[in-house]
């Protein structure tokens, strides 16, 4: 491994492989990781129950026993924290991929129907069959959401549409598929519509170690497909035309992309309900930080997912009141005005170039 520089004059590391990063990358995900180890530290402390640093420190040293202190932290908030940074970076993932598949920095899980095709097979459950047993849940989660990756693919074909056509269709598909949800709140008893309400708002509440262990497959699942993706996405970027003088097989990797978008966002969104503008946020904060595509972008926007999962869910619990704050609404609160920011930011930045 060495460093060096590269045709545009950047420090890079060569590693002996041949794969190339650049310094500024590996320094800004490095920041971001020890940003989110110190959001995850502070969190541990803030709640309802009072608990010091040391406490904290104490209780993860000697492993969960039955007093109260190792409930909080055990039982309670270390698996939120977990289950935030593998939600958060989820979901950043899947808006980073569909963002370059479709050439539109807009697009996200929700945009294009994914979510709302999880969301409202759950739905379906939640209000027809409320007996279904929880670990069916995911199944049908990831049902819905392969249904509109299926009819997407089926009307914009597979490799000939180009990234407008997706993301069109995908507003189509959600606007259908949110007035269906819609009716179903509408027409349900008002205990079931308060409890499909505050669903559909995404909480990490219902956070456990069994949730972990059913989610942590599918978190890891993006692994590899940054590691095999990203050159691809890192063609899409330069448009359908680019990527094909490049050699990208788009009737192939565009449905492999749209799965895989799939499969992420519908265990994020059984497993926490759906985490509205996250995935739009956080590649675009991650493209601040470091401007930079394929691979280095998707690892650059799921430590930045994870860290604005992680700090909402820790605004829930330092403002709880007798109707807790949801993590999605959380999430705008915090990160909106980070995005109006860097957006401001970035034109500032543009227009002193030019």
């Known amino acids: 491994m060495i460093v060096t520089r590269a045709l545009d004059g950047r420090r890079v590391v060569l590693f002996e492989s041949g794969l190339k990063v650049r310094v500024g990358d590996l320094a800004a995900l490095g920041g971001l990781l020890t940003a989110i180890l110190a959001a995850a530290i502070v969190s541990l ?10 406490d904290a420190a104490a209780s993860l040293w000697r492993g969960p026993d039955s007093g109260d202190l ?3 932290i055990w039982d309670v908030r270390l698996p939120r924290i977990l289950m935030g940074v593998m939600v958060g970076g989820s979901i950043a993932l899947t808006g980073a991929m569909l963002q370059s598949l479709s050439q539109n920095p807009l697009a996200d899980p929700g945009l294009l ?71 179903l709140v509408l027409y349900t008893p008002p205990e079931v519509s308060l409890a499909l309400a505050e669903w559909m708002a995404g909480s990490l509440f219902r956070s456990s170690w069994d949730s972990l262990a059913t989610f942590t497959p599918w978190f890891a699942l ?38 895989t978008a799939v499969l992420l966002t519908s265990a994020a969104v059984s497993a926490v309900g759906p985490l509205a ?14 401007p930079t595509s394929g691979r280095a972008r998707l690892m650059l926007s799921v430590a930045v997912g994870a860290l604005l999962v992680v700090c909402a869910d820790m605004m829930t619990r330092g403002f709880a009141g007798d109707i807790p704050l949801p993590t999605g609404l959380a999430i705008v609160m915090l990160g909106v005005p980070m995005f109006i920011v860097t957006l401001r930011l970035r034109a500032m930045r543009r227009m002193r170039g030019q």
């Open 45 to 54: 402390t803030t709640g309802t129950t009072p608990i010091t640093l040391g």
């Open 277 to 290: 503008f996250l995935g739009v946020m956080a590649p675009h904060l991650a493209n601040f930080i470091s």
């Open 70 to 72: 190792s409930f909080a």
């Open 113 to 183: 129907g994914l979510s709302q095709g999880s969301m409202t097979a759950l739905m379906v459950i939640f209000v027809l069959f409320p007996a279904t047993p929880q670990g069916v849940l995911p199944l049908a989660a990831l049902g819905g959401g392969l249904a509109v990756g299926a009819l997407l693919i089926f009307l914009v074909g597979r490799g000939n549409a180009g990234g407008m056509a997706i993301l069109l269709m995908g507003i189509a598909v959600e606007t259908s598929l949110s007035s269906m949800t819609s009716i």
């Open 222 to 259: 993006g692994v590899p497909a940054i590691l095999l993706l990203g050159r691809s996405l890192r063609s899409y970027d330069m448009g359908d035309q680019v990527a094909m003088s490049l050699g990208e097989n788009l009737p192939f990797s565009k449905p492999i992309i749209l799965v």
